[in-house]
């Protein structure tokens, strides 16, 4: 499943794959690759995006259970 949350607040901060890539320690091909929704980041990786874009872990990476 895509994380657009993601994309999209990277976008609000105004910073590119590579930007947040260099921001937390990770390539760009990574930060595409969980946006896209084709891997999962480790959990010292979802925290440091958090941290760079000032969202928590819920705003980012949970997933809502089907209703």
């Not at 994309?7 to 390539?27: D, I, M, T, Y």
């Not at 929704?37 to 941290?51: E, Q, V």
Request: hydrophobic share 40%; with cysteine; glycine share 4%.
């Amino acid at each position: 499943m895509k994380n657009l949350r993601l994309r999209a607040a990277r976008a609000a901060k105004g910073l590119s794959q590579q930007a947040l890539a260099e921001l937390v320690g990770a390539s760009r091909q990574t930060i595409n690759a969980i946006e896209q929704g084709d891997y999962n980041p480790t959990i010292r990786l979802c925290i440091a995006i958090c941290r760079v874009l000032d969202k928590t872990l819920d705003d980012l990476f949970w997933e809502e259970e089907p209703s």
